[in-house]
């Protein structure tokens, strides 16, 4: 949080402006946010009254609004766009934090709301069903949106209070106490406004006869209702104290609410119905001045953050300053550089262990316990190279390639074998071997190395389980020097010790006894 | 360094997007564009012929594209950018602040696009008569805006991929106008209608019509979506021209990952047969032979989704270890942080794994795994990072650590100190041998519980 770097400071409005719009916007998404679950709710409950209520079917209520749901959700998906840009760019650190904080449920909500859109809409527009099944795909559906704006708020919630961060990293994707319940009845506000606003939509827009404003109208009003002790749990459970300018708002809220109730319960008393004139400016006020408490409370609370954190990231990026231009030339020599030829794979993948001329003494052998083999040395067949080449040598640091694809592979086995003579026979032993040290050293290689190289120099059932085991001598070799030394010195790292304490012509003739088991 | 890290289990984080965005790209290109493409083609049909088919087939394949787009698609578009937002937040806020413009209008044209397609849905049955031509407008209306919305946002990807001036001039322009936008967006939109041919020609064959309709518009169907199949080897030859040659070179493991990649007459083979059977489904249709379309269309289609998958799947690997090249590593960490990162280290300044206070060994191992790594590798999942260094040496993981980029050139380098790379490698070797049990590996910073010990 003390870091951030440059692209994240660059705020592309002045505050107010990006405040101003996130206020719009969010308004404007929160609108139909509102109106999405009021009519998810209001649908699956007419259903469920016309079904096994009693009340007449002929009104279509539940069809009605159910057909309507396309469109809500639809906007409501849309419309958020602009307040998630304009979130993440004014507080990109709280934001970020509170969606990484709580990754599963964050990412989830998406398909929660494939899962309530595709139903909803289905039954909506689409396929007929039995009563049954319709209830049990609506009641998923409902219980699938429903749960969304309870990801949100939870998101929010921790994107505001940055000093529970710490609690709800600890607790592993939960709410510490206080903000749990802030949490709850911050949602289950959002559900009260679902009801008033997708209620009034209904009641104006979708409602035709006076029987179905009238069966309407009770949710506008217990709606409102319960707003007032829930609104009140949610004062109560704020994690900051609210400064005046924010009571004040607040209070304009609560005082549109009353008016609405007002209103509401004289039409119901003199049997008129509401109009849209003065129901429409009551409910924007209290939606506007609910809103604007949000975002005063959540500026209250973001800001000193983002401002603290903007500081510090100014002074990172004068410590990472001198490193641009450095940073940049090396992007701009590595991109035209192609791994198109075997040279190029070879410099690059294999040079700084095996060395750039192959020779095992790249500048990373000093740091590898069993050193890397001298390539120009081997003497091997095409399927062994490859099979090395893909599968690495086990407990050494010879890793497989399969990064490479089989052309690149092939390459490389080309170039190595064009340049090296990896698969070239491993040449005369430079040095007489008189048959009895031949003889020696065939009897010393059936006492000795056959324990581990195995009598035809194919292994043996104990070296299997080395780590590396030792290289198959049937088509693996080395040329006549470098196996006269490893005979001599032993293979550092591994199982192979040294058996300098042999005479020179016994080891020359170990060698010329391990060519013996190539097939010619 | 700024956010916690989340690291999702099994599928692993940069598979994840990618499915998310896989899914929105067929249901964007295929039924958004390519699929009411015909819808408002065939509504203008019916319309000038007066033909009530052409009418019904519009409207039945309207209401199918419309509750998927509006169910589907859009939530998969925006919810690219939520999965990023909870596993990329270096990575999404650098896009948005670079297009913040874009972004902005990018939700105008896509409210008016969407508001447009409700209109003309909701219309359908009100605008008949001489007003049917106003609705056929409408359509086309929606078309452009959908057009535009494409061209925003290829301008993003296209940047993503070759942002060619911009790390040195950082303007809108240049980075909105790369060498990829325009090939890429066409590639895009040859995709679109051929896909969305295809689920019209679907529809079309798979539903009852009479005879002599489904021959007409089978035939009408087929050579549009021959014209566009023929057109993509063209537009990926293009586009494929202005990729910057090192990250090409990989192209045939990146899609056939290295379960195949020994074996690339795969890949050749399978486009071969894609190839083929698009053509002659699209043939069939064409030569009014419906029943034979029928059989190859299902087909088609799934060859056509795999295609799709593999075209982005190689784009992000192309893209190598960048997620902005020239700005920031798909670590994370900018350009000009790794030097930083390599003299003072990783873990002293790794905030959220500092303000957790659990830094043993094995922890900051994990820490190191799940800032380096954690967006392709995971443990036990997709891409097993155990896997990966199985049976090497702890110095031979420690050698590669230093080497990963110029030895892997898609993957991204180790940022951190020679100790630090010390301490990721004992933690790689010791995890591959199944000595370290994570009890949350979806979560290292901040790591939820113990670390237990064999």
Same mark, same amino acid.
Request: glycine share 8%.
């Given at each position: 949080?003390?870091?951030?770097?440059?692209?994240?400071?660059?705020?592309?409005?002045?505050?107010?402006?990006?405040?101003?719009?996130?206020?719009?916007?969010?308004?404007?998404?929160?609108?139909?946010?509102?109106?999405?679950?009021?009519?998810?709710?209001?649908?699956?409950?007419?259903?469920?009254?016309?079904?096994?209520?009693?009340?007449?079917?002929?009104?279509?209520?539940?069809?009605?609004?159910?057909?309507?749901?396309?469109?809500?959700?639809?906007?409501?998906?849309?419309?958020?766009?602009?307040?998630?840009?304009?979130?993440?760019?004014?507080?990109?650190?709280?934001?970020?934090?509170?969606?990484?904080?709580?990754?599963?449920?964050?990412?989830?909500?998406?398909?929660?709301?494939?899962?309530?859109?595709?139903?909803?809409?289905?039954?909506?527009?689409?396929?007929?069903?039995?009563?049954?099944?319709?209830?049990?795909?609506?009641?998923?559906?409902?219980?699938?949106?429903?749960?969304?704006?309870?990801?949100?708020?939870?998101?929010?919630?921790?994107?505001?209070?940055?000093?529970?961060?710490?609690?709800?990293?600890?607790?592993?994707?939960?709410?510490?106490?206080?903000?749990?319940?802030?949490?709850?009845?911050?949602?289950?506000?959002?559900?009260?406004?679902?009801?008033?606003?997708?209620?009034?939509?209904?009641?104006?827009?979708?409602?035709?006869?006076?029987?179905?404003?009238?069966?309407?109208?009770?949710?506008?009003?217990?709606?409102?209702?319960?707003?007032?002790?829930?609104?009140?749990?949610?004062?109560?459970?704020?994690?900051?104290?609210?400064?005046?300018?924010?009571?004040?708002?607040?209070?304009?809220?609560?005082?549109?609410?009353?008016?609405?109730?007002?209103?509401?319960?004289?039409?119901?008393?003199?049997?008129?119905?509401?109009?849209?004139?003065?129901?429409?400016?009551?409910?924007?006020?209290?939606?506007?001045?609910?809103?604007?408490?949000?975002?005063?409370?959540?500026?209250?609370?973001?800001?000193?953050?983002?401002?603290?954190?903007?500081?510090?990231?100014?002074?990172?990026?004068?410590?990472?300053?001198?490193?641009?231009?450095?940073?940049?030339?090396?992007?701009?020599?590595?991109?035209?550089?192609?791994?198109?030829?075997?040279?190029?794979?070879?410099?690059?993948?294999?040079?700084?262990?095996?060395?750039?001329?192959?020779?095992?003494?790249?500048?990373?052998?000093?740091?590898?316990?069993?050193?890397?083999?001298?390539?120009?040395?081997?003497?091997?067949?095409?399927?062994?190279?490859?099979?090395?080449?893909?599968?690495?040598?086990?407990?050494?640091?010879?890793?497989?390639?399969?990064?490479?694809?089989?052309?690149?592979?092939?390459?490389?086995?080309?170039?190595?074998?064009?340049?090296?003579?990896?698969?070239?026979?491993?040449?005369?032993?430079?040095?007489?071997?008189?048959?009895?040290?031949?003889?020696?050293?065939?009897?010393?290689?059936?006492?000795?190395?056959?324990?581990?190289?195995?009598?035809?120099?194919?292994?043996?059932?104990?070296?299997?389980?080395?780590?590396?085991?030792?290289?198959?001598?049937?088509?693996?070799?080395?040329?006549?020097?470098?196996?006269?030394?490893?005979?001599?010195?032993?293979?550092?790292?591994?199982?192979?010790?040294?058996?300098?304490?042999?005479?020179?012509?016994?080891?020359?003739?170990?060698?010329?006894?391990?060519?013996?088991?190539?097939?010619? | 360094?700024?956010?916690?890290?989340?690291?999702?289990?099994?599928?692993?984080?940069?598979?994840?997007?990618?499915?998310?965005?896989?899914?929105?790209?067929?249901?964007?290109?295929?039924?958004?564009?390519?699929?009411?493409?015909?819808?408002?083609?065939?509504?203008?049909?019916?319309?000038?012929?007066?033909?009530?088919?052409?009418?019904?087939?519009?409207?039945?394949?309207?209401?199918?594209?419309?509750?998927?787009?509006?169910?589907?698609?859009?939530?998969?578009?925006?919810?690219?950018?939520?999965?990023?937002?909870?596993?990329?937040?270096?990575?999404?806020?650098?896009?948005?602040?670079?297009?913040?413009?874009?972004?902005?209008?990018?939700?105008?044209?896509?409210?008016?696009?969407?508001?447009?397609?409700?209109?003309?849905?909701?219309?359908?049955?009100?605008?008949?008569?001489?007003?049917?031509?106003?609705?056929?407008?409408?359509?086309?209306?929606?078309?452009?805006?959908?057009?535009?919305?494409?061209?925003?946002?290829?301008?993003?990807?296209?940047?993503?991929?070759?942002?060619?001036?911009?790390?040195?001039?950082?303007?809108?322009?240049?980075?909105?106008?790369?060498?990829?936008?325009?090939?890429?967006?066409? #590639?895009?939109? @040859?995709? /679109?209608?051929? $896909?969305?041919?295809?689920? +019209?020609? &679907?529809? *079309?064959?798979?539903? =009852?019509?009479?005879?002599?309709?489904?021959?007409?518009?089978?035939?009408?169907?087929?050579?549009?979506?021959?014209?566009?199949?023929?057109?993509?080897?063209?537009?990926?030859?293009?586009?494929?021209?202005?990729?910057?040659?090192?990250?090409?070179?990989?192209?045939?493991?990146?899609?056939?990952?290295?379960?195949?990649?020994?074996?690339?007459?795969? #890949?050749?083979? @399978?486009? /071969?047969?894609? $190839?083929?059977?698009?053509? +002659?489904? &699209?043939? *069939?249709?064409?030569? =009014?032979?419906?029943?034979?379309?029928?059989?190859?269309?299902?087909?088609?289609?799934?060859?056509?989704?795999?295609?799709?998958?593999?075209?982005?799947?190689?784009?992000?690997?192309?893209?190598?270890?960048?997620?902005?090249?020239?700005?920031?590593?798909?670590?994370?960490?900018?350009?000009?942080?790794?030097?930083?990162?390599?003299?003072?280290?990783? #873990?002293?300044? @790794?905030?959220?794994?500092?303000?957790?206070?659990?830094?043993?060994?094995?922890?900051?191992?994990?820490?190191?795994?799940?800032?380096?790594?954690?967006?392709?590798?995971?443990?036990?999942?997709?891409?097993?990072?155990?896997?990966?260094?199985?049976?090497?040496?702890?110095?031979?993981?420690?050698?590669?650590?230093?080497?990963?980029?110029?030895?892997?050139?898609?993957?991204?380098?180790?940022?951190?100190?020679?100790?630090?790379?010390?301490?990721?490698?004992?933690?790689?070797?010791?995890?591959?041998?199944?000595?370290?049990?994570?009890?949350?590996?979806?979560?290292?910073?901040?790591?939820?519980?113990?670390?237990?010990?064999?």
């Amino acid at each position: 949080m003390n870091r951030l770097f440059d692209l994240l400071l660059a705020k592309p409005l002045p505050e107010a402006w990006l405040q101003g719009l996130l206020f719009f916007a969010f308004t404007l998404h929160l609108l139909f946010v509102l109106i999405t679950l009021g009519t998810a709710i209001l649908a699956v409950f007419f259903f469920v009254d016309f079904h096994w209520g009693g009340r007449s079917r002929e009104l279509l209520l539940d069809r009605r609004i159910l057909r309507t749901f396309m469109a809500h959700k639809s906007l409501a998906v849309v419309l958020g766009v602009a307040p998630l840009l304009l979130m993440q760019v004014a507080f990109a650190t709280s934001f970020f934090t509170a969606t990484n904080l709580l990754a599963p449920y964050w990412m989830f909500f998406i398909a929660l709301l494939i899962i309530a859109f595709l139903s909803f809409d289905i039954l909506g527009h689409g396929i007929e069903t039995h009563h049954r099944y319709h209830l049990a795909i609506a009641l998923l559906a409902l219980a699938a949106l429903l749960l969304v704006p309870g990801i949100l708020v939870a998101v929010l919630a921790t994107a505001e209070n940055s000093g529970q961060w710490l609690a709800i990293a600890k607790g592993g994707f939960r709410l510490p106490g206080p903000l749990a319940w802030h949490w709850l009845f911050r949602f289950l506000h959002i559900l009260g406004a679902s009801l008033v606003m997708g209620a009034v939509f209904h009641y104006f827009f979708t409602a035709k006869a006076a029987t179905g404003r009238a069966a309407l109208l009770p949710w506008i009003s217990a709606g409102v209702l319960l707003q007032v002790p829930l609104g009140l749990l949610l004062y109560t459970s704020l994690l900051v104290k609210p400064d005046p300018i924010i009571q004040a708002v607040l209070v304009v809220g609560v005082v549109g609410a009353v008016l609405l109730l007002w209103v509401i319960f004289g039409a119901v008393r003199q049997g008129a119905p509401l109009t849209l004139r003065t129901v429409l400016p009551l409910v924007m006020l209290v939606l506007v001045a609910m809103l604007l408490t949000r975002q005063l409370l959540q500026n209250k609370q973001l800001l000193p953050l983002e401002k603290t954190v903007a500081a510090n990231a100014r002074e990172y990026g004068q410590v990472l300053e001198p490193h641009v231009a450095e940073a940049l030339s090396a992007y701009r020599t590595a991109l035209p550089f192609s791994y198109n030829n075997a040279e190029t794979i070879f410099l690059q993948s294999c040079a700084f262990c095996h060395g750039k001329n192959a020779d095992g003494r790249g500048v990373e052998a000093k740091n590898l316990l069993i050193p890397p083999e001298n390539l120009t040395a081997i003497r091997t067949t095409r399927p062994y190279l490859y099979h090395i080449i893909l599968s690495g040598v086990s407990g050494t640091g010879m890793g497989y390639f399969t990064i490479y694809d089989r052309y690149q592979v092939d390459d490389l086995m080309a170039y190595l074998a064009r340049k090296y003579q990896v698969f070239a026979r491993p040449g005369d032993i430079p040095h007489p071997i008189a048959p009895p040290a031949l003889a020696q050293a065939e009897a010393t290689y059936a006492k000795t190395c056959a324990a581990c190289h195995g009598p035809d120099g194919g292994g043996s059932p104990v070296s299997r389980g080395f780590q590396p085991p030792p290289p198959d001598l049937r088509i693996y070799s080395l040329v006549p020097q470098r196996a006269f030394q490893v005979i001599t010195q032993g293979y550092p790292g591994t199982m192979m010790p040294g058996f300098g304490e042999f005479a020179e012509e016994v080891r020359w003739g170990l060698v010329k006894t391990v060519y013996g088991k190539r097939p010619e | 360094m700024e956010f916690p890290l989340f690291q999702v289990p099994y599928l692993g984080n940069g598979m994840t997007i990618g499915i998310v965005a896989v899914v929105h790209v067929l249901i964007s290109h295929g039924l958004a564009i390519g699929a009411m493409t015909m819808v408002v083609l065939s509504e203008y049909l019916g319309f000038r012929d007066r033909n009530p088919d052409w009418e019904n087939f519009s409207r039945g394949l309207l209401l199918r594209a419309i509750i998927i787009i509006t169910g589907v698609g859009a939530v998969t578009g925006v919810g690219i950018w939520v999965t990023t937002s909870a596993l990329s937040p270096r990575g999404i806020g650098s896009l948005l602040r670079v297009f913040y413009w874009p972004w902005f209008m990018e939700w105008l044209v896509f409210v008016t696009e969407l508001v447009i397609l409700l209109v003309y849905y909701f219309t359908w049955d009100r605008w008949t008569g001489v007003q049917k031509r106003r609705h056929v407008y409408l359509g086309a209306g929606y078309l452009l805006m959908s057009l535009g919305s494409a061209s925003l946002i290829t301008g993003i990807l296209g940047f993503m991929l070759t942002p060619d001036g911009w790390p040195w001039e950082q303007t809108l322009s240049s980075a909105f106008f790369n060498p990829t936008f325009l090939p890429q967006l066409l #590639l895009r939109l @040859a995709i /679109a209608l051929t $896909l969305g041919s295809l689920f +019209a020609m &679907a529809y *079309l064959l798979f539903s =009852r019509w009479e005879p002599r309709f489904r021959r007409e518009a089978g035939r009408l169907l087929g050579r549009i979506c021959l014209v566009a199949v023929v057109l993509i080897p063209f537009l990926i030859w293009w586009y494929y021209a202005v990729v910057p040659s090192r990250y090409k070179t990989h192209i045939i493991y990146g899609i056939l990952t290295s379960h195949l990649s020994q074996h690339p007459g795969v #890949l050749f083979a @399978a486009v /071969a047969i894609a $190839l083929v059977v698009v053509l +002659a489904c &699209a043939g *069939l249709a064409w030569g =009014r032979k419906a029943a034979a379309a029928r059989v190859l269309v299902i087909p088609a289609l799934v060859l056509s989704v795999v295609f799709v998958f593999a075209f982005e799947r190689s784009r992000e690997f192309m893209r190598g270890p960048y997620l902005i090249p020239g700005y920031l590593y798909a670590t994370n960490v900018l350009l000009q942080e790794k030097p930083f990162l390599d003299q003072q280290g990783l #873990l002293p300044n @790794a905030y959220w794994f500092n303000m957790l206070g659990q830094d043993d060994p094995e922890n900051q191992g994990a820490f190191l795994l799940a800032q380096n790594c954690s967006a392709c590798h995971t443990i036990g999942g997709l891409n097993d990072i155990r896997t990966r260094v199985k049976n090497r040496s702890e110095d031979g993981i420690f050698v590669y650590l230093s080497h990963i980029n110029e030895m892997v050139p898609f993957m991204p380098p180790f940022s951190g100190t020679e100790a630090e790379r010390r301490i990721l490698a004992r933690f790689l070797y010791r995890l591959a041998q199944d000595r370290i049990h994570l009890s949350a590996p979806s979560r290292y910073t901040p790591l939820n519980g113990e670390v237990s010990h064999e």
